[in-house]
């Protein structure tokens, strides 16, 4: 059943790389195609140290890169973006028309009012290895949160997998979306690079060199403070490999068919055209 879900779907599955002026990955998200639309999380959306996105699509084996295509980060959200970068859903929409004659397959979403707690779930998402991962479990739980229904499940995954479809393996249905939460851990991490963030640019603005027995005292502060950002990032990659909650697709169904957005976008495309080139 499962070797035959992949078979079907994971070519509307995507990687997304956010990465910054120096061209290192900033943060990693899973999309995926429904009708002209890719379909995310909502936090790609609010990266204020993003220059550009990159968008890769795989083969069949999950790691082969079919399609990429690279955009400059400011025309991504002006662009693709579709609707408002924030929502009580989590998600983020973009605009995929642009890859109809390249990528036509796409998921459905289901019709189903309900998402049932024991119900057999898969989720397909971008790996840690430049690849596409598989995962099932089961619901476990729902809740309400602002209005919207979560789901709750027993599948350990990535950071990676936020923005993933939540799939039902019987209908080859998208169910759910998964989301990512500002928990504690997300919280705290993003204290410290801000804290590290302010202390380099102090240490920057020292006029005066510190120097003891040959050594830049300021130039090793600068260091230590970049090494502590970089620590922190790996210990926060590693402690959020665990369930990200999803939500039901109610949401997601109601905001696709909305014709304000497609108004919206066929004015929008007929004044100005994209600049970035697929590979």
């Known amino acids: 059943m499962y070797k035959n879900l992949w078979n079907e779907i994971a070519g509307t ?28 999380s909502q936090e790609i959306f609010i990266n204020e ?9 795989y083969a069949n084996d999950g790691y082969t890169e079919e399609l990429k295509f690279t955009i400059d980060y400011s025309e991504f959200i002006e662009e693709l973006r579709v609707g408002p970068g924030s929502n009580k859903w989590g998600f983020g929409v973009i605009d995929a028309d642009f890859l109809s004659d390249k990528r036509q397959k796409s998921l459905i979403m289901s019709s189903s009012e309900d998402v049932e707690v024991g119900q057999e779930i898969v989720v397909l998402g971008s790996g840690s290895k430049n690849n596409l991962s598989l995962c099932h479990g089961i619901v476990t739980g729902k ?3 602002n209005g919207v229904v979560k789901i709750q499940h027993d599948i350990t995954v990535d950071c990676s997998f936020a923005g ?4 039902d393996p019987v209908t080859q249905k998208i169910i759910g979306v998964l989301s990512e939460n500002d928990d504690p851990i997300a919280l705290t991490y993003k204290q410290i690079q801000e ?4 202390n380099i640019l102090r240490l920057k603005g020292v006029s005066e ?16 403070q970049q090494q502590i950002k970089h620590l922190s990032k790996v210990l926060y990659n590693s402690a959020r490999v665990k369930g990200i909650d999803g939500c039901e697709i109610k949401g997601l169904a109601t905001f696709l068919e909305s014709s304000d ?19």
């Open 164 to 167: 993933a479809p939540i799939v």
């Open 195 to 198: 804290l590290s963030d302010n």
């Open 49 to 57: 140290k993003a220059t550009d996105v990159t968008i890769t699509f």
């Open 261 to 279: 957005h497609i108004e919206k976008r066929i004015k929008r495309f007929a004044v100005k055209s994209l600049s970035f080139q697929i590979e």
């Open 13 to 40: 599955i995507c990687r997304l790389e956010l990465r910054g002026d120096m061209g290192y990955v900033l943060e990693t998200y899973t999309g995926f195609k429904v009708k002209s639309f890719v379909v995310t």
């Open 209 to 224: 060199k510190l120097i003891v027995d040959d050594i830049d005292i300021v130039q090793v502060l600068q260091v230590g």
């Open 143 to 145: 809740y309400v949160d």
